[in-house]
Nanobody, 123 residues
Framework: QVQLVESGGGLVQAGGSLRLSCAAS????????MGWFRQAPGKERDIVAT????????RYADSVKGRFIISRDNPKNTMYLQMNRLTPEDTAVYYC????????????????WGQGTQVTVSS
């Protein structure tokens, strides 16, 4: 079992930045690929970025490429999402998740989920 807790969400103006954190407990997070998803009201939960267990392989959704950076610190059992040049379209609840399959982009591939953190970008 892996427990995940997100933090760092909030309200920011368009063009601003936020850094999300995902703290893992239970089994070492280095055993798992991890990902960030987001879900806006009335929409499906979509992949934002995913990172392999070692951190050497990363994949981003096209909508965030060049603006968001995913990273992980395995000794600290923590994953991060640096979000830059935010737009109102980035407004959503952001979830971190852990999976055995690397580079998975669908929610069904992830076995463990955090509770989510709200990110709101005002125009």
């Amino acid at each position: 079992q892996v427990q995940l807790v997100e933090s760092g969400g909030g309200l920011v103006q368009a063009g601003g930045s936020l850094r999300l954190s995902c703290a893992a407990s239970g089994r070492p997070s280095s055993n798992y690929a991890m990902g960030w998803f987001r879900q806006a009201p009335g929409k499906e939960r979509d992949i934002v970025a995913t990172i392999s267990p070692s951190g050497s392989t990363i994949r981003y959704a096209d909508s965030v490429k060049g603006r968001f950076i995913i990273s992980r610190d395995n000794p600290k059992n923590t994953m991060y999402l640096q979000m830059n040049r935010l737009t109102p379209e980035d407004t959503a609840v952001y979830y971190c998740a852990a999976a055995r399959t690397i580079l998975a982009t669908v929610p069904s591939a992830y076995a463990y989920w955090g509770q989510g953190t709200q990110v709101t970008v005002s125009s």
